[in-house]
């Protein structure tokens, strides 16, 4: 079930048409603003919203903020639509608990491709330009970082498992590089979300390039 918000009709409509057209994907309902979209998530539970960054009242970066707050809506996973593929207040929804983001020309594939990650909450969405955008931001020199104490509770090996989390990996290429089933890759990332009490993988991956447990390219083979 997929909730869109977006203050745009014509955009709302175009991207409903896309997702309608498959079997496995519904949208359930639309928002204009943020207060309907959190209104929304709290009555229907959807999978999966499209949230649109700039809307009147209370914007998409707030409601994200609020769902991510929302113990009862844990399993929604939120995923940022913008105009511009480098938009810093992106880098703080990423940190708040968005799933990701894309941009509005991104193609039909992609779209569908990451409606589908989203709701699952396999892998990050839009891995090589998620990744730039992090990259972007926090990597700057001038940003200033706390220890964190919550990354000393991970094993070596939870801490390698984050490295390729960084890197986009999903819960299959994890296994495949550290010779496990996919199972023990999907409990070691599990674990890894558990002691840093993020609500998905994006928020690992902030951590991971906040604490400089990896910079981008280093994953290339």
Do not use: N
């Not at 918000?5 to 057209?21: P, W």
């Not at 840093?196 to 993988?201: C, N, P, S, T, V």
């Amino acid at each position: 079930m997929i909730l869109l918000a977006d203050h745009q009709r014509l955009v709302r409509a175009g991207i409903r048409g896309i997702l309608d057209d498959e079997d496995d994907l519904h949208v359930v309902a639309e928002a204009a603003d943020g207060h309907a979209a959190l209104a929304t998530c709290r009555e229907l539970r959807p999978d999966a919203v499209l949230m649109d960054i700039r809307m009147p009242g209370m914007d998409g970066l707030e409601a994200a903020h609020r769902i991510a707050d929302d113990e009862r809506l844990a399993a929604v996973k939120v995923v940022m639509l913008t105009t511009f593929d480098l938009d810093e207040y992106v880098y703080g929804a990423l940190r708040g608990g968005a799933a990701g983001f894309l941009v509005k020309d991104t193609e039909p594939a992609e779209l569908l491709h990451a409606v589908r990650v989203a709701a699952r909450g396999d892998a990050l969405i839009s891995p090589s330009v998620t990744r730039r955008l992090i990259a972007e931001f926090a990597l700057r020199p001038d940003r200033t970082r706390r220890p964190d104490r919550r990354l000393d509770s991970l094993t070596t090996r939870e801490r390698e498992v984050m490295r390729l989390i960084a890197a986009g990996c999903t819960h299959h290429e994890i296994a495949t590089r550290l010779v496990v089933s996919p199972l023990t890759a999907k409990t070691y990332v599990g674990r890894i979300m558990a002691k840093l009490g993020a609500r998905d993988r994006s928020q690992v991956v902030v951590m991971a390039y906040e604490y400089r447990m990896v910079t981008p390219g280093w994953l290339t083979d």
